[in-house]
Each structure stands twice: as structure tokens, then as C-alpha cells.
């Protein structure tokens, strides 16, 4: 399954037009977007496959309307990005963030307090194992009360766990983007450095876009794109920045496997169990996991191919225990 991505943000941030922008013009509120990684490309010059799959994400355009509505979207996503205004009259950025915010704050209030009431009882009917998470869950409504987002309260391993079952929407990893004028590229300016210092004490990504720039570029040619991006001192494609920050702030891994048929990247959990990400590719691969034979990158495209590093005895042969790396070239063996 791809990494599902919900777009957030008041209402004229331009959330929508980015929206476009990234899943293109006929996507009608969900959309595939590809995630730019050089890695794919070298694999393939060397060995020449018919078809490159990149990774994707799966982007929701946030509906409007009631409160609910919007956060809907976030609530079922993996990762979200929030949307705020940094160009026409009177732009206030940083407070559209801290009312993103506030809104997923209050969100998280109402799932914690009916849950609160709930260990509640239970404690008090004497099921002791309920305190650690009503320890927790006190601490999550303290904060919560003050308007702050999960993301700023410092949980550790335990405590985490303890939520997670509450799918809390203000600790989803998240993107913030700026979505600015022409005349604030290519950084934003003082708007702009506001939001990145609260994204920034949040743990976040903050990136610098003009959603509507964007779009009209995404029309043109590539080299027709660039040219005009070098007039606004942008160094490469936003919607690639947005794309990869996303994909980053997921969390998650690529592998990839390389031969005639296809390069693909494979989206992975962190310290994943190689038999688990062979499942990732069929079903079947899991429960018949033989062996994996592993190389890099670098030594895959300096080889050619992987029969070449076979050949030559240079790929790493592993079993069910090894732990699948981010940048892993992988060849699963399997039964029948």
C-alpha cells in the first residue's frame, strides 16, 4: 500500500491548487504522486530495464467545510501536510499553523477525553493495568487543554504505545508549506522564517512554495520549467521538494530490486525482517522466503548488473533474521 498523505489548511491557502499541482489537473480530490529518487534513475542506465516504478504517495485533498470534515482526511493518513498563506492581503502564516493546530488539538481533545473516562472506570473498578495508561492519558489532556498538538509533548516508547490505538491526528508526521507569492521566492522572506522556527520546534519539515507558480510550470516542458524556475532563484522542482519531504517525514525506508523487466523502488517499514519485505512484492514470497541476495547501489551500477555481482561472488547472501536498509538492491530467492 502506498503512503497515504492528507492536505490540509484554511480556506484560501491555495491547499487545493498545491493539490493539483502534485496529483495533477484530473485528479478530483485523490491522487498518485511520485517520489524523485536519483538512486532509481542510476539503476536503471545500467541496466537498461523496460519500465522505472518509483515509490508514490497517496494524496487526499482535505474537504471543506465543518471542522470534522477537514480532519477527516488527516485522521486516516499516514503523514499530512498543512497548507498556509503566505501571499495576497494581510498573510498570516504562522497563525494559520497554530490554527491547523489548534483545530487537530481539539480533535485529539475529544478522543482522549471519552477515553479518559473510560480507563477511568476501569481503574477504579480495580484493574490495575489501566494506571500507566491513564497516567498517560492525563498527560495527553493537560496538554491538549492548552491548545498544543501531541507533536510537542514529549512522550517516550511506552507512552507512545499507550496512544497509538487513539490514532492521534495533531502527532501525525507532517510537512508545512508555505505557499507564497513570486515576489517572496525564492525563500519566503520574514513570513516564511516564522513558520519554519514553529515547524521547526515541532519536529517538521517546512518548505517554501508558490503552489500556483507550480501548477503553470508543471504544463510547460521540463527544460522550458527550469529555465523559468532559474528567473525565481529555484535550484529545482518545489513539488519534487514536497514530494521527497513528505516521504521522509513518513518514516519510512526504500529497497529496490533491478533486472531486465523493471528498476522498482519498494516502500518499507524501518528495520523490517527480510522475509516481511519480500512479502511487500507477493504474498506468496513471505511464507516460501528462502534467502535474499543483497548488494548496494553503488556496487550495482558499477557491475551492470546483478547477475555480473553473482558472477563475481560479490553479493551479500541473507537469511530470515537480516533487517532490510534503506538503499538495499535485493534479489529474493524463494520455494514453491
Not at 513570486?182 to 522572506?189: A, N, S, V
Request: hydrophobic content about 45%; aromatic content about 4%; overall charge negative.
Amino acid at each position: 500500500m502506498p503512503v497515504g498523505v492528507a492536505i490540509v489548511g484554511p480556506v484560501g491557502s491555495g491547499k487545493t491548487t498545491l493539490f493539483h499541482a502534485l496529483a495533477g489537473r484530473g485528479s478530483d480530490g485523490v491522487g498518485m504522486v511520485d517520489v524523485p529518487d536519483g538512486r532509481l534513475s542510476r539503476l536503471a542506465d545500467a541496466v537498461h530495464p523496460k519500465r522505472i516504478v518509483p515509490a508514490q504517495v497517496r494524496l487526499t485533498d482535505a474537504l471543506p467545510g465543518s471542522r470534522a470534515q477537514r480532519i477527516a482526511a488527516a485522521r486516516e493518513a499516514d503523514a499530512v501536510i498543512k497548507v498556509v498563506r503566505g501571499f495576497g492581503p494581510d498573510p498570516d502564516p504562522a497563525g494559520d499553523l497554530e490554527g491547523i493546530e489548534l483545530d487537530l488539538a481539539l480533535t485529539d481533545l475529544a478522543t482522549v477525553e471519552k477515553r479518559l473516562d473510560a480507563v477511568g472506570r476501569e481503574v477504579r473498578a480495580g484493574r490495575k493495568r489501566g494506571a500507566a495508561e491513564l497516567a498517560v492519558l492525563e498527560r495527553a489532556k493537560d496538554h491538549l487543554d492548552q491548545g498544543h498538538g501531541l507533536a510537542t509533548l514529549e512522550l517516550d516508547e511506552e507512552s507512545t504505545a499507550l496512544l497509538a490505538p487513539l490514532f492521534m491526528v495533531s502527532a501525525k508526521p507532517s510537512v508545512v508549506i508555505a505557499n507564497v507569492g513570486e515576489e517572496r521566492l525564492p525563500d519566503g522572506g520574514d513570513l516564511a522564517q516564522r513558520v519554519r522556527a514553529l515547524a521547526g520546534e515541532r519536529g517538521w519539515a517546512a518548505l517554501v512554495v508558490d503552489a500556483q507558480l507550480e501548477a503553470e510550470l508543471a504544463e510547460l516542458e521540463p527544460e522550458d520549467a527550469a529555465a523559468m524556475r532559474e528567473t525565481y532563484g529555484l535550484s529545482g522542482s518545489s513539488l519534487d521538494a514536497v514530494a521527497r519531504a513528505v516521504w521522509d517525514a513518513s518514516g519510512l525506508i526504500t529497497f529496490f530490486t533491478a533486472g531486465e523487466p523493471e528498476v522498482r523502488a519498494w516502500p518499507c517499514e524501518r528495520e523490517s525482517p527480510a522475509p516481511i519485505a519480500a512479502g511487500l512484492i507477493h504474498s506468496d514470497f513471505e511464507k516460501n522466503f528462502i534467502r535474499a541476495e543483497v548488494t548496494s547501489v553503488d556496487e550495482l551500477v558499477e557491475a551492470g548488473s546483478m547477475e555480473a555481482l553473482r558472477a563475481a561472488g560479490r553479493l551479500r547472501v541473507e537469511g530470515r533474521e537480516y533487517r532490510v536498509r534503506d538503499g538495499d538492491v535485493v534479489f529474493f530467492r524463494v520455494g514453491r
